[in-house]
């Protein structure tokens, strides 16, 4: 196999504890696509540094367009786009587009998605699937490599080969920068390829600080001593005003929570604090399609110890506890149950408490 593609920044250690001032981003349903623009432009008013789509019932990109021309600061981003859904070439023309239309703005943030949705969702082809995505990314840095005039489109991998650029298809070197990769890990796996490929790790919310320090980041590698790595860290919230709110948000984030524990990928945070049996009777349940049943297994504890919990008033330390240290960028989120204020007093009280 040969693959053809720009060398990555070169590694200059800063010292993983003296990470810069920590920024604030989210990651919101957009249930009503033609007022995203609104929506983004609220968040940013709000005092958010960036705002993520992500991809279920509606495209991830559309949205960011919107925004892109509502927002003048906000950064925008996927938090995640499925990788596999799409071609090396469709996914670097898309986020060269919202580069254009953000002036520089956005950063494409790729997941890979399990096996079944994307062989019986999408139609497209599964195997290998961290070899695929560091091939994927470099293929993508290829392409731009093209457009820029680095070298010429010669692409050639184990799963995608691109060799062809005319004129008429060539937009040309980018006008405000390429935009930043990022990729989702959970296992050691994809972690490696997002520190050795990408421009940043986006963590996925069924984790501990605990699981991040010893699962999470030591599978990064050098990557950890890049000055231009990014490490985004996804915090799920259970919060309210009063104890009803604060109830419901505790019952929707232990669904969330037995959902995820169903799942294989996210078994060894349950080992490794000492429920490892518990995922095998949710994954039991969900494959019984008994998914109202899964969050009564779910304890209070293991809540506790994956989402930030608390009143409204609590949380800014207790999200500053779980990501100082560890975090260029902390993503706070309850997408089931999205905050209607867009939890802005929580930005404002959290942002002194970041380091």
Sequence with gaps: MTIVTRSLPSARPHGWGKIPTVKIQTT???????????LFRDLERVGYDGANTY???HDPFIPLALAASETTSLQLGTAIAIAFARTPMLLATTARDLQDLS???????????????????YSMPWSKPADRMRELVLAIRAIWDAWDGVAPLEFHGEFYTHTLMPPAFDPGAHRHGRARIHVAGVGPKMVRVAGEVADGLITHPFASRRSLEELVLPALGPARERDDFQVV????????????????????????????????????????????GLHAQLNELSKQGRWSDMADLVPDELVETIAVVGRRDEIPRLVAER?????????????????????????????????
């Design 55 to 57: 991809e279920t019932r």
């Design 323 to 355: 990501v100082n240290g560890l975090a260029h960028a902390v993503s706070i989120e309850c997408t089931r149950r999205p905050d209607p204020t867009h939890f802005a007093d929580i930005v404002r009280d959290l942002r002194p408490r970041l380091l």
């Design 233 to 276: 860290v996804v915090v799920l919230l259970a919060t309210g005003t009063s104890g009803a709110d604060l109830d419901a948000a505790i019952a929707t984030v232990r669904e969330q929570l037995a959902f995820y524990g169903s799942t294989p990928a996210y078994a060894p945070v349950l080992e490794l604090h000492g429920w490892g």
């Design 103 to 121: 002036r520089g703005r956005f950063t494409l943030g790729l997941g890979s998605q399990i096996r079944p949705h994307i062989t019986r969702r």
């Design 28 to 38: 919101v349903p957009v249930p009503d696509v033609a007022g995203a623009g609104a």
